[in-house]
């Protein structure tokens, strides 16, 4: 890939994470066999729930683990990793020249999207998107939006064979109103790119226009 590493060993490294993905995989497995199966789905629900608290015991496992060898790492080479020096990169003057950069922009950005700065156009937006996400979340706590859906159940048998079936009317609803924020957010991304843009010709201009030329004899 564009980072040049070789797939082999990206493998054999990752390889330890199959002990996360196993019980995961179970847990999986035995809950779709417990929709399926009415006489032994008991048992196959109790050995999903059992696999899935094992999943989460093995990933805080795994986390202590990596924990104390990177506690390891980092005092054996304490001292390279104060001065810098340790597994330094070719590129890494110019990724922190970039990310300082970066920086520098998100505090302009901070400056320009100020509400103060903002116009009563964008500000009735954004109140309007404020409000379409709040009806969202009314409909999703207080109605019942969307249908129930496992992963033992199939498409085919829903009404009509279609998976839009499950989509209620006050889901449409919240659908729509998702679509209208996100309308509202493209909205002002574009207007802050724009406003962006204008500074950063500013910033340009200035020392055009505050440089001293001399005189002409």
């Known amino acids: 890939g564009i980072l040049r590493l070789n797939a082999c060993q990206m493998l054999l490294g990752t390889t330890p994470m199959i002990f996360l993905i196993i019980p995961l995989v179970l847990a999986g497995a035995c809950m779709l066999k417990s929709g399926q199966e009415s006489e032994s789905g008991g048992i196959y629900s109790n050995?999903?729930?059992?696999?899935?608290?094992?999943?989460?015991?093995?990933?805080i496992a795994m986390g202590i683990v990596a924990g104390y060898h990177l506690e390891t790492v980092q005092q054996q080479f304490k001292a390279e990793i104060e001065r810098g020096d340790w597994e330094k990169d070719s590129q890494e003057d110019e990724i922190i020249r970039a990310i300082e950069e970066d920086s520098k922009q998100s505090k302009?950005?901070?400056?320009?999207?100020?509400?103060?700065?903002?116009?009563?156009?964008?500000?009735a937006l954004l109140y309007f998107g404020s409000l379409l996400m709040s009806v969202v979340t009314y409909i999703i706590v207080c109605a019942d939006p969307f249908g129930?859906?496992?992963?033992?159940?199939?498409?085919?048998d829903l009404p009509g064979g279609s998976v839009l079936s499950l989509v209620h009317t006050s889901g449409w609803i919240a659908i729509g109103c998702t679509l209208a924020a996100v309308v509202?957010?493209?909205?002002l991304w574009a207007w802050s790119?724009?406003?962006?843009?204008?500074v950063a010709t500013l910033e340009e201009a200035k020392p055009l226009t505050s440089s001293d030329d001399p005189s002409p004899p």
């Open 148 to 156: 129930e859906f496992s992963v033992a159940d199939h498409i085919a």
């Open 108 to 123: 302009v950005y901070e400056q320009v999207v100020r509400w103060n700065l903002v116009p009563s156009w964008m500000r």
């Open 184 to 187: 509202v957010l493209v909205a």
């Open 47 to 59: 050995i999903s729930s059992v696999m899935t608290m094992l999943s989460s015991v093995v990933m």
């Open 193 to 198: 790119s724009v406003q962006m843009r204008a």
